[in-house]
């Protein structure tokens, strides 16, 4: 049985950091591109970053460049999403995904994670 499971969100206050990690089983880690994906209120499901699988690559949303930094630990089957200087429209769920074949917006990942909630406050 696949499972993602995300961890680290909540309330912050603007510029404040946060850690969201998720745990993977039952898939072949190394073998995913993993990436983070968010969805606010009313708008559609984005991805913020991917790493590929060696760790070697990643690749970030315009929005949050220079802000949130995404790693991996192929041994422990972990992702991470450092989120620093946190602003109000951050404010989301976000998804940990794991696919196959990374495509930009287009990415159709083969599994998710249910989300964990991220609020910013001003």
């Known amino acids: 049985q696949v499972q993602l499971v995300e961890s680290g969100g909540g309330l912050v206050q603007a510029g404040d950091s946060l850690r969201l990690s998720c745990a993977a089983s039952?898939?072949?880690?190394?073998?995913?591109?993993m990436a983070w994906f968010r969805q606010a209120p009313g708008k559609e499901r984005e991805v913020v970053a991917a790493?590929?699988?060696?760790?070697?690559?990643?690749v970030y949303a315009d929005s949050v460049k220079g802000r949130f930094t995404i790693s991996r630990d192929n041994a422990k089957n972990m992702v991470y999403l450092q989120m620093n200087n946190l602003l109000r429209e951050d404010t989301a769920v976000y998804y940990c995904?794991?696919?196959?074949?990374?495509?930009?917006?287009?990415?159709?990942?083969?599994?998710w994670g249910r989300g964990t909630q991220v609020t910013v406050s001003s």
């Open positions: 995904a794991a696919a196959l074949k990374y495509n930009g917006g287009s990415t159709r990942p083969e599994y």
């Open positions: 039952g898939i072949s880690f190394s073998h995913y591109t």
């Open positions: 790493i590929m699988w060696s760790g070697s690559s990643t």
